[in-house]
């Protein structure tokens, strides 16, 4: 692990975005990001391997959905997402696995997801609006099939889990991901 620190405001220039790093020399940061009407945040550590950022949320990766309950109910496999905010039901991806073949759907206006199928050996869920690490629900062990799972007061918060940057002068890169899906992402030292 190497001792070198960074320090400062580190800003991304895209357009109709802002987002932001500050880093301090003790090995701790913060982060803004704001995009239409999605904000978000995440602080934290980092340290720095050679050229390679690493950064550890404070938020718990895989957690955006905590599974309120789950029972083995009806045909196929159900899963209810519930909230207090209405909005937020109808952007959940839902990615589920049969075998190695992987498969998606999404929730309705109410938050409800339904797969057709006998067997399901994995289930994931990941937010649309506020994509992280995608969150398992159902394993290869687990035989219920009914699922009812909130949204957590985390979801808002980037864990950043896989998620390396790059070194480069005053500028940190890194590869397009499930939080940036863009081309070309460039923090530049303010």
Same mark, same amino acid.
């Given at each position: 692990m190497s001792?070198? /620190?960074?320090?400062?405001? *580190?800003? @991304?220039?895209?357009?109709?975005?802002?987002?932001?790093?500050r880093f301090t020399p003790d090995g701790k940061f913060q982060f803004y990001f704001s995009y239409g009407a999605v904000d978000r945040e995440a602080t934290g550590t980092y340290v720095v391997e050679g050229d390679t950022l690493k950064l550890k949320s404070d938020k718990?990766?895989?957690?955006?959905?905590?599974?309120?309950?789950?029972?083995?109910?009806?045909?196929?496999?159900?899963?209810?997402? /519930?909230?207090?905010?209405? *909005?937020? @039901?109808?952007?959940?991806?839902?990615?589920?696995?049969?075998?190695?073949?992987?498969?998606?759907?999404?929730?309705?206006?109410?938050?409800?997801?339904?797969?057709?199928?006998?067997?399901?050996d994995k289930i994931y869920l990941q937010h649309q609006l506020f994509p992280d690490i995608a969150c398992l629900i159902k394993d290869e062990d687990n035989v219920n099939n009914y699922f009812e799972v909130s949204l957590s007061p985390t979801l808002q918060q980037v864990s950043f889990k896989g998620i390396d940057f790059v070194i480069k002068g005053d500028e940190l890169t890194c590869l397009p991901n499930y939080f940036m899906p863009y081309d070309n992402i460039r923090y530049t030292k303010e």
């Amino acid at each position: 692990m190497s001792s070198q /620190t960074l320090d400062g405001d *580190y800003n @991304l220039h895209m357009h109709e975005m802002a987002s932001g790093f500050r880093f301090t020399p003790d090995g701790k940061f913060q982060f803004y990001f704001s995009y239409g009407a999605v904000d978000r945040e995440a602080t934290g550590t980092y340290v720095v391997e050679g050229d390679t950022l690493k950064l550890k949320s404070d938020k718990e990766p895989g957690k955006d959905f905590p599974i309120k309950s789950q029972s083995k109910k009806g045909k196929g496999y159900s899963i209810q997402v /519930t909230d207090a905010n209405a *909005y937020l @039901l109808k952007y959940v991806r839902c990615i589920y696995f049969i075998g190695e073949k992987q498969y998606e759907a999404e929730t309705d206006d109410k938050g409800l997801i339904h797969i057709d199928e006998p067997k399901c050996d994995k289930i994931y869920l990941q937010h649309q609006l506020f994509p992280d690490i995608a969150c398992l629900i159902k394993d290869e062990d687990n035989v219920n099939n009914y699922f009812e799972v909130s949204l957590s007061p985390t979801l808002q918060q980037v864990s950043f889990k896989g998620i390396d940057f790059v070194i480069k002068g005053d500028e940190l890169t890194c590869l397009p991901n499930y939080f940036m899906p863009y081309d070309n992402i460039r923090y530049t030292k303010e």
